[in-house]
C-alpha cells in the first residue's frame, strides 16, 4: 500500500477508534484523526514484527483494517491518560 492509502486507513481507523471509545478528547477532532493515522502505522508495525503477520498490500484486508483500528485504540487510550486532565472541563 501507499502512503496515501495508510493516511486514509489511518482517518477511517481513527474514527472508528472514536466510535468505539466515545468521550472527550484534549485535541478534539484534529488530534484524534492525527492518532488515527499513527495509529495505523504503529499497528501495522506491531503487528509485522511482534506479531508475525506481515500487513499485506492489500487494502480490504481485515487484519490489516484490525491492526490499524487496535493501534489507534492504544495510542487514542495512551493519549487520554497523558493528556487527558490538561484541560479544564
Not at 487484519?63 to 497523558?82: D, K, M
Amino acid at each position: 500500500m501507499t502512503i496515501i492509502s495508510w493516511v486514509v486507513l489511518g482517518l477511517l481507523a481513527g474514527v472508528i477508534a472514536k466510535i468505539l471509545l466515545p468521550g472527550r478528547d484534549p485535541g478534539g477532532l484534529i488530534g484524534t484523526t492525527l492518532i488515527g493515522v499513527a495509529g495505523a502505522f504503529v499497528g501495522g508495525w506491531i503487528s509485522a514484527r511482534f506479531l508475525d503477520r506481515p500487513i499485506t498490500t492489500q487494502f480490504y484486508d481485515g487484519a490489516t483494517w484490525l491492526s490499524a483500528i487496535g493501534g489507534a485504540l492504544v495510542l487514542l487510550i495512551a493519549y487520554r491518560i497523558l493528556f487527558g486532565h490538561s484541560r479544564s472541563r
